[in-house]
Structure formats: structure tokens, C-alpha cells
T-cell receptor
Framework: ETGVTQTPRHLVMGMTNKKSLKCEQH?????MYWYKQSAKKPLELMFV?????QTENNSVPSRFSPECPNSSHLFLHLHTLQPEDSALYLC????????WGYGYTFGSGTRLTVV | DAKTTQPTSMDCAEGRAANLPCNHS???????VYWYRQIHSQGPQYIIH???NNETNEMASLIITEDRKSSTLILPHATLRDTAVYYC???????????????FGTGTRLQVTL
């Protein structure tokens, strides 16, 4: 366990379904991130939250909707996804500005399959 | 953030030292060098980071050239469990009030063999 917990670990959903991915950390971090990793591609940063405020959205389609109710929890709400959205979705957290220098802590990810 | 160049793949015999190079010739003076690794189907794991001095921890050593244009991650005694993709990343330490981004490239796939 890294201290960042993602649920579920695996998810299969139809293109008309609505589902949510959950990320939780109790490391005292105050910045949280969603990354997408498609097969044989580098990790792509999707969203950045700093103290519950979204500070970055890297041109992510609106069918992905993030929510950060507090510094410890991050959600990714999914609706009307496409098969090409199948990927490993990773959550990470860090200290704001990472002044402590330990970088990011990643969860184990949610393996999403859209059918 | 500066871009990095890494070999696509490397092999290493178990028990030997694995030396993973990274080129970051456009690095700026305030950019740190970070190394992460990703074991298959898991999230990336922080290994080590440095600014200009060589660094060592329980996992690895980081050697940064004097001109800071390249670095080498050293796993002193590689094991089968070190088989992973290793990412070299350079980034600025963000100022107060901002979250710093971590941008991943394609990394080096290290295969440790018996």
C-alpha cells in the first residue's frame, strides 16, 4: 500500500453507463491528480487539484468530470464513455509545491474497460 | 519543463548493477531531476531526486554530471523485482500556492534476467 487508495481496481462499463472512480489519501497531502495511461502510451495528466481547487484541465473531454470535496478525496465521474477511453486511471497526491521533495505518491490505479 | 531522452529498453543480469542513463541537455538551473519507476500495471513509484549533487538512498544512487545535462540512475544489485519502466523527469519546484506538474515520457524498460 502506498497510502493512496483507489477503488475499484477493475471496472467494466457500457458506453451508456455512469460510474465513478474514487481516490483517497491520508498522507496529509494537499494536491491531487488524475492521470490516464493507455496501452503503450506515456502517462497523460488529466486534472490537477490544489487545496480542492481545480488548477489544471488538460483538454479532457466533458464525459470525464472530476470532483474534489476535500484534500483527502478525489473522484472521477464517468458518463457516455467510448471504447478508446479504456485505460489505467491513476490517482496521485503530493504536497503543494512539493517543497518536501518526495514527489508524488501514486495509487495502484483503476483498470477501466469500456464495452 | 525540460525534455529528457532515455533509451527505450535495457537488459541487466540479476545481481549486477543497472545503470540507466538520461539526457536532459536543456535543463534549467532551477529544475530538479526525478526518477520514478512503474512495475507492470501498478502506479509509478518515486525512487530518488536531485538538483546538482549526487544522491543515494536505500533504493538507488543518482549521478548528475557537473554540467547537469545528463544523469545516471544506478541500481547497485538488480533483482528480478526491479524489472520495470524507469522514468527520468525534470521539473521545477513550484512556488508557494501552486501544485507542480509531473510530466512522464516513455521511459526505459529495464528487464532483469537470471
Amino acid at each position: 500500500e502506498t497510502g493512496v487508495t483507489q477503488t475499484p481496481r477493475h471496472l467494466v462499463m457500457g458506453m451508456t453507463n455512469k460510474k465513478s472512480l474514487k481516490c483517497e489519501q491520508h498522507l496529509g497531502h494537499n494536491a491531487m491528480y488524475w492521470y490516464k495511461q493507455s496501452a503503450k502510451k506515456p502517462l497523460e495528466l488529466m486534472f490537477v487539484y490544489n487545496f480542492k481547487e481545480q488548477t489544471e484541465n488538460n483538454s479532457v473531454p466533458s464525459r470525464f468530470s472530476p470532483e474534489c470535496p476535500n484534500s483527502s478525496h478525489l473522484f472521477l465521474h464517468l458518463h457516455t464513455l467510448q471504447p478508446e477511453d479504456s485505460a489505467l486511471y491513476l490517482c496521485a497526491s503530493s504536497h503543494r509545491g512539493d517543497r518536501w521533495g518526495y514527489g508524488y505518491t501514486f495509487g495502484s490505479g483503476t483498470r477501466l474497460t469500456v464495452v | 519543463d525540460a525534455k529528457t531522452t532515455q533509451p527505450t529498453s535495457m537488459d541487466c543480469a540479476e545481481g549486477r548493477a543497472a545503470n540507466l542513463p538520461c539526457n536532459h541537455s536543456t535543463i534549467s538551473g532551477n529544475e530538479y531531476v526525478y526518477w520514478y519507476r512503474q512495475i507492470h500495471s501498478q502506479g509509478p513509484q518515486y525512487i530518488i531526486h536531485g538538483l546538482k549533487n549526487n544522491e543515494t538512498n536505500e533504493m538507488a544512487s543518482l549521478i548528475i554530471t557537473e554540467d547537469r545535462k545528463s544523469s545516471t540512475l544506478i541500481l547497485p544489485h538488480a533483482t528480478l523485482r526491479d524489472t520495470a519502466v524507469y522514468y527520468c523527469i525534470v521539473r521545477v519546484e513550484a512556488g508557494t500556492g501552486t501544485a507542480s506538474k509531473l510530466t512522464f515520457g516513455t521511459g526505459t524498460r529495464l528487464q532483469v534476467t537470471l
